[in-house]
Nanobody, 125 residues
């Protein structure tokens, strides 16, 4: 599975962005998908995940209520809608995917074998 992100950019605090992750392959619907990010000088951290049926979503506390993860299995694409962006959201955002993940492992980046190249999101104050 190949993943390609798009939609990053430079915005002011309070603005919104929508990240997209287009995937290759015909078995997208079998994969759990998620977003991670790495801020300057910090460890990579979990942002959000969505299970393969799209019915279950999970969020980091820091983005809950502002970010929404979704997916379109027909287009083999998933998204991260980011509203009310804050300077602390500045990071490189990575889309990831893998199969057969249990709920307790969704927030662990080591569980994901497939990664996009990353897209920069910069939020100015």
């Amino acid at each position: 599975v190949q993943l390609v992100e798009s939609g990053g950019g430079l915005v002011q605090a309070g603005a919104f962005l929508r990240l997209s992750c287009a995937t290759s392959g015909r078995t997208f619907r079998d994969y759990t998908t998620a977003w991670f990010r790495r801020a300057p000088g910090k460890e990579r951290e979990f942002v959000a995940a969505i299970k393969r049926n799209g019915g279950s979503t999970y969020y980091a506390d820091s983005v809950k209520g502002r970010f929404t993860i979704s997916r379109d299995n027909a287009k083999s694409t998933f998204y991260l809608q980011m509203n009310n962006l804050k300077p602390e959201d500045t990071a490189i955002y990575y889309c990831v995917a893998d199969k057969n993940l249990i709920t307790s492992s969704l927030r662990d980046d080591a569980q994901y074998d497939y990664w996009g190249q990353g897209t920069q999101v910069t939020v100015s104050s």
